[in-house]
């Protein structure tokens, strides 16, 4: 008798976590908050032997919106800024609202950036919205073309 009151108290204790536990499965934050945006540095001017400052060539800037992917944590969809033919920005209008989403969304647009493709390997851990990303990514790139 001495030990169940320990036990008891112990185990409601215990479950505590477990009831306050809020799963994020199925939100999905839209284009209203503040995306996930990394953009690669514009080249600058420089000054010739003479003085004068020569001003880098222009490019066409196209921005393009990948498809919009649902998965079992939400929604993924890309924006993707082209700078000529060259991936100069990604920002991401909807990703899930989990924590893995959340880490993984900038090592995903790091790695974009550095490719300057869709071919980029998934995230540990946020697998499914690697996934998803790659294929909205990839929909903006051929969308670009078209």
Known sequence: MKRV????VLSV????PVWRYEPSIGTTTSSASTPATVTTPSPTATSSSSGSASTPSTSSKKVVQ??????????????????GDKISTV???QQPNHPQTTAAVPVLIEETLKAQSSKIDT????????DAYVQSLQAAIDAKGA
Do not use: C, D, H, W
Request: net charge positive; aromatic share 2%.
């Open 13 to 16: 204790a215990g479950l505590i």
């Open 66 to 83: 990948g498809t919009a992917i649902n998965t079992s944590k939400g929604t993924v969809r890309v924006q993707v800024t082209f700078e």
């Open 123 to 130: 995230v540990s851990g946020a697998t499914i919205t690697s």
């Open 91 to 93: 920002s991401m209008l």
């Open 5 to 8: 009151i320990p036990v008891l």
